[in-house]
């Protein structure tokens, strides 16, 4: 789209967001930053299925793994309150693709450990930092921080999406 029709459009959609009430045209701000989000979080799934084979999700217990190392799956399941089978799923995956090993505990037979292999290492190298694991990573400070997770709280509750959330 040529620029000057691109901020034409831009101008008519803010002109018509100002005439509607206030609470309306909040939403509609929020819906349209919700969208972008979700469109930018689909696009990056995409790209690093393209590039990598793997998904955000994917790359993003990858990197916490990394982190963490040596972890048993239960204290991961613990520090990320996942569902253990959507965790199990993950784990799985990165194991077939040979960027995660799991072994037993020498303390306790009965948990697996993860860690990272060589081949995971190349992929956390050459992958790009995005999405929510970049918060891990980047300086910005602590109150930043808490009002995106209270934002994010009140986006459940607002969008009546509660009763899906873990």
Do not use: C
């Not at 799985?92 to 697996?112: F, H, I, M, P, Y």
Request: net charge positive; glycine share 4%; no cysteine.
């Amino acid at each position: 789209m040529h620029k000057s029709v691109k901020a034409l459009t831009n101008s008519y959609v803010l002109h018509n967001i100002l005439l509607m009430n206030e609470v309306s045209a909040s939403a509609l701000l929020a819906i349209r930053s919700w969208l972008r989000l979700e469109q930018a979080f689909t696009a990056y799934n995409r790209d690093l299925q393209h590039t990598f084979g793997v998904t955000g999700s994917q790359l993003a217990m990858l990197r916490i793994v990394h982190e963490l190392e040596p972890i048993t799956l239960a204290e991961l399941r613990k520090q990320l309150t996942m569902h253990p089978a959507t965790l199990g799923q993950l784990i799985e995956r990165l194991t077939k693709q040979g960027l995660v090993k799991t072994t037993r505990s020498n303390a306790d037979r009965r948990l697996r450990q993860v860690v990272v292999t060589s081949r995971g290492l190349d992929l956390l190298a050459q992958a790009p930092l995005a999405g929510p694991v970049r918060l891990r990573s980047v300086p910005t400070d602590h109150e930043r921080l808490l009002n995106l997770a209270q934002a994010f709280e009140e986006a459940l509750n607002l969008f009546g999406l509660e009763k899906w959330a873990q």
